[in-house]
C-alpha cells in the first residue's frame, strides 16, 4: 500500500504512535520539514533548504535528490515511489508530496 506525504501541517502528531506504519509516516514527515542544521548534535538530519533564488527546475531536481538520501539514511523502513510537487510555482512555493511504500508491512 501506497502512502503520501507532505510537508503540510501533520493533523494528529503523536507521541507514541499506535503502530509502525504512524511512526514511518511521522518520520518522514519530520525529515522533509526539518531543515538541514537545525538539529543539535544531529546536523546532518533533515533538507537543506539552501534552494532560494534558484531556476525551479534545478530546485525540484536538489529536492528530490535530497529526499531519496535523507529517507534513505534516516527511515530506511519506507521506499520512495513517487515524489511530485504542489503548490504555486510562479509564486514560488512548492511542496514536495513523497508515495512512499512501507516495507515489511
Same mark, same amino acid.
Given at each position: 500500500?501506497?502512502?503520501?506525504?507532505?510537508? &503540510? *501541517?501533520?493533523?494528529?502528531?503523536?507521541?507514541?504512535p499506535e503502530?509502525? #506504519? &504512524?511512526?514511518?509516516?511521522?518520520?518522514?514527515?519530520?525529515?522533509?520539514?526539518? *531543515?538541514?542544521?537545525?538539529?543539535?548534535?544531529?546536523?546532518?538530519f533533515?533538507?537543506?533548504?539552501d534552494? #532560494?533564488?534558484?531556476?525551479?527546475?534545478? #530546485?525540484?531536481?536538489l529536492?528530490?535528490?535530497?529526499?531519496?538520501?535523507?529517507?534513505?539514511?534516516?527511515?530506511?523502513?519506507?521506499?520512495? #515511489?513517487?515524489?511530485?510537487?504542489?503548490?504555486?510555482?510562479?509564486?514560488?512555493?512548492?511542496? *514536495?508530496?513523497? &508515495?512512499v511504500n512501507?516495507?515489511?508491512?
Amino acid at each position: 500500500m501506497s502512502y503520501f506525504i507532505s510537508t &503540510e *501541517p501533520l493533523q494528529n502528531v503523536k507521541i507514541m504512535p499506535e503502530n509502525t #506504519v &504512524e511512526e514511518i509516516i511521522q518520520n518522514i514527515h519530520t525529515i522533509l520539514s526539518t *531543515p538541514k542544521g537545525s538539529v543539535p548534535m544531529y546536523r546532518d538530519f533533515g533538507l537543506d533548504f539552501d534552494v #532560494v533564488d534558484k531556476n525551479i527546475n534545478a #530546485v525540484k531536481s536538489l529536492i528530490v535528490n535530497a529526499i531519496y538520501d535523507a529517507i534513505e539514511k534516516y527511515e530506511p523502513r519506507a521506499s520512495i #515511489v513517487n515524489i511530485t510537487f504542489d503548490g504555486d510555482a510562479m509564486r514560488g512555493k512548492i511542496v *514536495p508530496v513523497v &508515495e512512499v511504500n512501507i516495507l515489511n508491512e
